[in-house]
């Protein structure tokens, strides 16, 4: 059974930095796509960070690239998520996800569904304060 753990949330200063992690098991990273979504308050869901084994590089939503960084470590079955540079917009619940589709994250994020990975894990609250 797949299951996936979020921890590492809290509350930051603008321009602060979090590392949130995910506790992944019942798959490895060979060939599950995994990521980051978030839900700020009155908005979607956002797709933040999404990595594929098939493509084997991280892709990142606009409104986060250059600033987070995915990463993972297939011993710990573990997969992270470096948020630095922090803004008030950031604040949302973060989840992180897995698929059993290795080329889930090539599929774009829809309001009917799609994209959004299989299984979620439960969130974890990131506020940034300004």
């Known amino acids: 059974e797949v299951q996936l753990q979020a921890f590492g949330g809290g509350l930051v200063q603008a321009g602060g930095s979090l590392r949130l992690s995910c506790a992944a098991s019942?798959?490895?990273?060979?060939?599950?796509?995994i990521g980051w979504f978030r839900q700020a308050p009155g908005k979607e869901y956002e797709r933040v960070s999404c990595f594929s084994p098939t493509d084997g590089v991280a892709s990142y939503s606009d409104s986060v690239k250059g600033r987070f960084t995915f990463s993972s470590d297939n011993t710990e079955n573990t997969f992270y998520l470096q948020m630095n540079n922090l803004k008030p917009e950031d604040t949302a619940v973060y989840y992180c996800?897995?698929?059993?589709?290795?080329?889930?994250?090539?599929?774009?994020?829809?309001?009917?569904?799609?994209?959004?990975?299989?299984?979620w894990g439960q969130g974890t609250l990131v506020t940034v304060s300004s």
């Open positions: 019942g798959f490895t990273f060979d060939d599950h796509s």
């Open positions: 996800a897995a698929d059993p589709t290795p080329w889930a994250c090539r599929i774009p994020t829809t309001r009917a569904g799609a994209g959004y990975l299989e299984v």
